[in-house]
C-alpha cells in the first residue's frame, strides 16, 4: 500500500518514474531483459524479438494516430522502406548496422511527411484513405523497381555483425533489437514531457484552438508523422536483420491494421497501452496456436479443425477488450495499480 | 469624407488613457453568405487599458474576436497590432506576437492536465528541438523546470488553482475551466488579452473573483484587455471604454457612463424600448 507521495521540487515532480517503486520496478525489468537470453530458449527469444519490433512500429503509430489525431494506415509501407533501405545498405555497402538502422529511420521520415502533406487538409477516414494509397504506391516500387528491391523475388541479406562477429540466431539479434527498443521507447515518453508531445496533444483535441496558442499546424503535423514513420522505418529495418529476406508481400496493408488495432486494443495516447496493445496482437495469436498444439497428442486432426477457431477466438477477445474496456488494456492496468496502492483502505 | 472626419473626432479615446494605441482595427467588415456579421468597424485599445465590446446576441461579437485572432478573413479592413498591420499573419503568429485569448466556449485540452493545458500556452515561446525533446537532456530539462517553476510561482498562485494543479480538466466546473483558460492565456506571456465572455455562466462570487484577476492583470501584469462580455455590471466597474455593437455595427463607443446611457445602446438591448427595465439591470449588475 502507498498514500499519495511527497514531491520534494518541481524537477522531481516532472520526473518518468516519480517513485521510488517505479524506479525499482523499472531496474528489475531492465535486469530481466539482459538476463533472458541465458535462460530461455531460441523460440521464445524469437518470440520476444518479434513482440519488441512491433512494439517499436506500434509506438510510432500510436504517436501519429494516438497522440495526434492522425490516423494512418501506411505504417507497413512505411516499415518496408526501412527494410529495403538497410537491406540494400547492408548488401551493397557493408556499412554498419547503426548507420544503416539510422538511414532506414530518416528516409521512412522523409517519405512520412510526403505522405503526410494531405494532412492539413483533410482528417479522419479520407486521411486513411490517403495513407493507404500511398501504401499501394511503395508497394508498387518495391515490386517493380528491380535493380534496387529485387523485384517480387525481393532481396536476401547478410547479418549485422558486432564487433567482427555475425548476428545470426534469435538470442544474437536480441541484442540489437532489445537496446534499440528500450532507447526508443524513452525516447517516446520524454517527447510528451515537452512542447512537442503537449503540442500533438493539442491538435488531437482541437485543432483550431491550438493554432490560437502559436502552435503551427502543418508544421507539428508533419513532424507526427515524421518521428512516426522514423520509428516505422527503424522497426522495419530491425525486422530486415532479424528475417534477413524482404519481399514486396513481407508489409501487407493487412498489417498496417495489425497496428492500428494494437493501439485501441492497447490504448490510444498512452505509450504503455502501445507496448501491451503490440504484446497482446503478437501473442495472443502465438498462445491460442500453442494450445491448439498441446491438443493434437490426445486429438490428432485438432489443427485442421482448430485454426479456423483460433482465428475467431482472437477476433473475439479482441472485441470483448474493448467492451469491456474502451480505453484500453493500459486503463486496465492502470486500474490494477490504483487498487493495490489504495489496498485495503479503498476499493 | 466630412463625416468620417467627425466621427473620428467623437471616438476619439479621453484624455485620461491617453497611452499608447495597441490594438486596432480599422473598417472591418465580414459576412457569411447574407448574414454582415461585421460592417465597418472601427475602434482603437489603447494599451494598459480594460476596453469592452458589448452588444445583443448575434451582434458580432465573436466574430470581431476570431477576425483580431486571425481566424476569419475579413473582406474589408485592416487589424493593426503593436503598429503594425497584421492582415496578412497567421493566427500562431499573431500569438507569438503577444495576442492571447480565450473562447466564449471553453477551449481546452480535455485529455490533459491543468498544469500541461497552462504548459501549452508558453508553447510559441520555447524553442525545445526533436533531439532535445526525444533525449530529454539539458537544454529540454532546464526548459521545462524554469517553466514549471514560473507557472507554479506566477500564474497558479495568482488565480488560486492550486489545488486543481494535476487535475484533468474534463473533470472541473464551468467556472475553474474558465480560470485555467485564463491561466493558458497569461502563460502566453502576452502584450493583449482577448476575453469572450470571461464571467458567463458563473455565480456572483466566481464573478467577483474573475473582476479581480482581470483589473490585476491589467495594474499588476500590465497586460491590455479586450473583453467581450455581457454583465453590465462587470463591464461598467472595470472598463476604461465600451465599444457598443449592433447587427454588426458600432453604434457608439466611449467612457462606460456614456455607453450606458446612449438611447441607441438602451433601444438596441431592448428592442422596443423599455428604457427603465434596462436602467434597473444595468444598476442590478453593479
Ligand atoms: N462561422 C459562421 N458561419 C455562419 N454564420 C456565422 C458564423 N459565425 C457567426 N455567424 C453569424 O454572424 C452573426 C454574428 O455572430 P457572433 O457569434 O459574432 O455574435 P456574438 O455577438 O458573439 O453573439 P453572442 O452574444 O450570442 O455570443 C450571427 O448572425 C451568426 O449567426
Ligand atoms: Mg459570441
New binding site residues.
Given amino acids: 500500500m502507498r498514500i499519495g507521495t511527497a514531491k520534494e521540487n518541481y524537477t522531481a515532480d516532472e520526473a518518468l518514474f516519480d517513485t521510488n517503486i517505479q524506479r525499482g520496478w523499472m531496474i528489475a525489468l531492465m535486469i530481466a531483459l539482459f538476463a533472458l537470453p541465458f535462460m530461455t530458449g531460441q523460440y521464445a527469444i524469437y518470440l520476444v524479438c518479434l513482440v519488441m519490433i512491433n512494439i517499436v512500429s506500434t509506438t510510432g503509430l500510436n504517436i501519429l494516430t494516438g497522440f495526434t489525431g492522425l490516423v494512418s494506415l501506411g505504417q507497413a509501407a512505411f516499415m518496408g522502406v526501412g527494410a529495403y533501405t538497410v537491406a540494400i545498405m547492408e548488401i551493397n555497402l557493408g556499412t554498419p548496422f547503426l548507420l544503416n538502422l539510422l538511414i532506414a529511420g530518416s528516409g521512412a521520415a522523409l517519405v512520412g511527411i510526403v505522405v503526410g502533406l494531405p494532412s492539413l487538409r483533410v482528417k479522419g477516414l479520407y486521411l486513411a484513405i490517403a495513407t493507404i494509397a500511398a501504401s499501394v504506391i511503395l508497394h508498387f516500387i518495391f515490386a517493380n523497381w528491380t535493380s534496387m528491391t529485387g523485384g517480387v523475388s525481393g532481396l536476401s541479406m547478410p547479418p549485422a555483425s558486432l564487433f567482427g562477429l555475425e548476428l545470426v540466431q534469435p538470442d544474437q539479434v536480441y541484442w540489437i533489437i532489445m537496446p534499440i527498443t528500450v532507447l526508443m521507447l524513452f525516447g517516446a515518453a520524454n517527447l510528451f514531457r515537452t512542447r512537442i508531445g503537449r503540442a500533438f496533444i493539442a491538435i488531437r483535441d482541437r485543432d483550431i484552438s491550438a493554432e490560437v496558442l502559436g502552435i503551427r499546424l502543418l508544421r507539428f503535423k508533419l513532424l507526427s508523422f515524421a518521428i512516426s514513420s522514423f520509428y516505422a522505418g527503424v522497426a522495419g529495418g530491425l525486422w530486415a536483420y532479424f528475417f534477413r529476406v524482404i519481399t514486396p508481400e513481407s508489409f501487407p496493408l493487412l498489417m498496417s491494421i495489425f497496428f492500428l488495432a494494437a493501439i485501441i486494443v492497447g490504448g490510444m495516447g498512452s505509450i504503455l497501452g502501445g507496448i501491451l496493445g503490440a504484446t497482446f496482437m503478437t501473442m495472443v495469436p502465438e498462445i491460442l496456436k500453442m494450445m491448439v498444439g498441446v491438443l493434437s497428442p490426445i486429438w490428432p486432426d485438432a489443427v485442421a479443425v482448430m485454426s479456423p477457431v483460433r482465428v475467431v477466438v482472437f477476433g473475439a477477445l479482441i472485441i470483448f477488450f474493448l467492451i469491456f474496456e474502451p480505453d484500453g488494456l493500459a486503463e486496465i492496468w492502470r486500474n490494477i495499480r490504483r487498487f493495490f496502492h489504495l489496498w485495503p483502505f479503498k476499493t | 469624407m466630412q463625416t468620417t472626419e467627425v466621427s473620428s473626432l467623437t471616438t476619439s479615446p479621453p484624455p485620461t488613457l491617453a497611452g499608447q494605441e495597441i490594438l486596432s482595427v480599422d473598417g472591418l467588415s465580414l459576412s ?1 453568405g447574407g ?1 454582415k ?1 461585421l460592417q465597418h468597424v472601427s475602434f482603437s485599445v489603447e494599451e494598459g487599458s480594460v476596453t469592452s465590446v458589448i ?1 445583443p ?8 474576436f476570431n477576425s483580431i485572432s486571425g481566424f476569419y478573413t475579413p473582406s474589408e479592413g485592416n487589424v493593426n497590432f503593436l503598429g503594425k498591420n497584421v492582415n496578412k499573419i497567421a493566427p500562431p503568429d499573431r500569438a507569438a506576437m503577444g495576442m492571447a485569448r480565450t473562447f ?1 466556449n471553453i477551449a481546452l485540452f480535455k485529455g490533459m492536465t491543468v498544469l500541461d493545458n497552462i504548459k501549452l500556452g508558453r508553447h510559441a515561446h520555447l524553442k525545445t528541438n526533436i533531439l532535445e525533446a526525444l533525449f530529454y537532456f539539458g537544454p529540454a530539462q532546464r526548459t521545462e523546470a524554469a517553466l514549471r517553476r514560473e507557472i507554479e510561482e506566477k500564474i497558479i498562485d495568482f488565480l488560486e488553482i492550486d489545488h486543481i494543479r494535476n487535475s484533468s480538466v474534463g473533470a472541473l466546473s464551468y467556472g475553474l475551466q474558465k480560470r485555467v483558460e485564463l491561466a493558458r492565456a497569461l502563460a502566453m506571456q502576452p502584450k493583449i488579452l482577448l476575453l469572450d465572455e470571461p464571467v458567463a455562466g458563473m455565480n456572483r462570487e466566481e464573478t467577483e473573483d474573475m473582476a479581480r484577476f482581470i483589473l490585476d492583470v491589467k495594474e499588476e501584469w500590465g497586460v491590455t484587455v479586450l473583453m ?1 462580455e ?1 454583465d453590465m455590471g462587470l463591464v461598467m466597474d472595470i472598463s476604461d471604454h465600451v465599444v457598443c ?1 449592433n447587427f ?1 455595427q458600432v453604434i457608439t463607443q466611449g467612457l462606460p457612463d456614456e455607453v450606458q446611457g446612449h438611447p441607441d445602446v438602451i433601444s438596441a438591448y431592448l428592442g422596443s424600448g423599455d428604457v427603465t427595465a434596462l436602467r434597473k439591470k444595468f444598476k442590478e449588475g453593479r
Avoid: I, R, W, Y
Fill in positions: 457569411f448574414v456579421a452588444g446576441n448575434g451582434a458580432g461579437k465573436t466574430s470581431l466564449q467581450v455581457h455593437l454588426g
